[in-house]
């Protein structure tokens, strides 16, 4: 009896080493899966290479503003009174939301792309403010600024006009 035991122990535990040997064989020749975050981080490269290489139209009726370095934008809005701007910079559009000054200049800022324009009579200057600072474009006049000498369309100057 004994050795029909031992015999029958030995026959489970060899059944359970080859079992496993099977397993381990059958995965040492197949390729290792790769992780599906791996998958999800392909599917955001290329979706944020999809939304750079996204061209926005330009907005129907933006004044075109010339910059220094050949740098342009494009701004739509009634910038005397709106709330809000469009920008046309870099082929996208942009949002601005006006937010209130004690200087008299007049100042679009979009928290989510970090981008800020600030206007003065003379010029407009636009702003990244995501990191440094930087300054993206300066001396940005309109054509009418720049060829008759026009003052920018600002809040304080439509005040000023309107008296």
Known sequence: MNKSLLTALVGAVSIAFAGVSVDAAAQAGAPPEKPKTVKKLK?????????????????????????????????????????????????????LPRVITSTGADRFFDTA???????????????????DRQRLADECKTDDMANHGALAPTQSNALRNSQ
Do not use: Q
């Open 43 to 95: 599917k955001s490269k290329k979706h944020e290479a999809a939304a750079a290489a996204k061209v926005d139209p330009m907005p129907e009726g933006a004044d075109k503003w010339s910059c220094e370095d050949n740098a342009v934008l494009y701004l739509k809005g009634d910038m005397s009174r709106d709330a809000v701007m469009t920008l046309h910079w870099n082929n996208k559009n942009y949002k």
């Open 113 to 131: 792309s970090g981008l800020d324009l600030v206007v003065i009579p003379t010029k407009a200057m636009l702003f990244d403010d995501t990191g």
